[in-house]
């Protein structure tokens, strides 16, 4: 069983386009993450959601919106996709915030 | 910036050698914590060590943590063509703010055959 999925795995579009990602854990933690890593591999966090409740917003513009419908799930929708926007992007959970994190697979979004 | 900082950003030694990489960071935390990923992978929880520990082992890992001068470093033992992966610390800075694991830019490291 993954504990951690995401979907899809690969993901080119054209700029200007909506997408989305989905993530689901199974591991029962209570808090859930975004992450996006660069063409550099630098790990930045975007937001980090508590039982479905938004704990964490980085500075990300809000054309991002995380949607946490229970705590099983996390999934990102981004609107009006950029270039800068190509990046793989991470789910990830832990029990509780700054604990260990179990990371999923990575979602790699590639804007034409 | 509070992120960590490893050194060095790469590394290549031969298989069976020991391969050690630092990871410096700037203010006060609760836990430092070391991950793996291989390529194209996601990142892998490799040890956790919290600010009132100086050393844990897990394996053939052994981490060290030196609050004062604000660094840690991993030590691989008896590397093997497997261990090649990027390498990151991540910090839980104990400010009070609801920030998460800040993560450093990552070691690669390449373990020759």
């Known amino acids: 069983d993954t504990a951690v999925s995401q979907t899809p795995k690969y993901l080119v579009t054209q700029m200007g386009n909506d997408k989305s990602i989905k993530c689901e854990q199974n591991?029962?933690?209570?808090?859930m993450y975004w992450y996006k890593q660069d063409s550099k591999k630098f790990l930045k966090i975007m937001f980090s959601?508590?039982?479905?409740?938004?704990?964490i917003n980085e500075t990300v513009p809000n054309r991002f919106s995380p949607k946490s419908p229970d705590k099983a799930h996390l999934n990102l929708h981004i609107n009006s996709l950029e270039l800068g926007d190509s990046a793989v992007y991470f789910c990830?959970?832990?029990?509780?915030?700054?604990?260990?994190?179990?990371f999923g697979e990575g979602s790699r979004l590639t804007v034409l | 910036s509070q992120q960590g900082e490893e050194d060095p950003q790469a590394l290549s030694i031969q298989e069976g050698e020991n391969a050690t990489m630092n990871c410096s960071y700037k203010?006060?935390?609760?836990?430092l914590q070391w991950y793996r990923q291989n390529s194209g992978r996601g990142l892998v929880h490799l040890i956790l060590?919290?600010?009132?520990?100086r050393e844990k082992h897990s394996g053939r890992l052994r981490v060290t943590l030196d609050t004062s001068k604000k660094s840690s470093s991993l030590l691989i033992t008896a590397s093997r063509a497997a261990d090649t992966a990027s390498y990151f610390c991540?910090?839980?800075?104990?400010?009070?703010?609801?920030?998460?694991?800040?993560f450093g830019k990552g070691t690669h490291l390449i373990i020759q055959p």
């Open positions: 990830a959970s832990s029990q509780e915030l700054a604990a260990e994190l179990f």
């Open positions: 591991l029962g933690h209570d808090t």
């Open positions: 959601y508590n039982n479905k409740e938004l704990i």
């Open positions: 203010t006060s935390i609760n836990n």
């Open positions: 060590i919290r600010s009132n520990e």
């Open positions: 991540a910090t839980d800075y104990s400010g009070g703010g609801a920030d998460g694991l800040t």
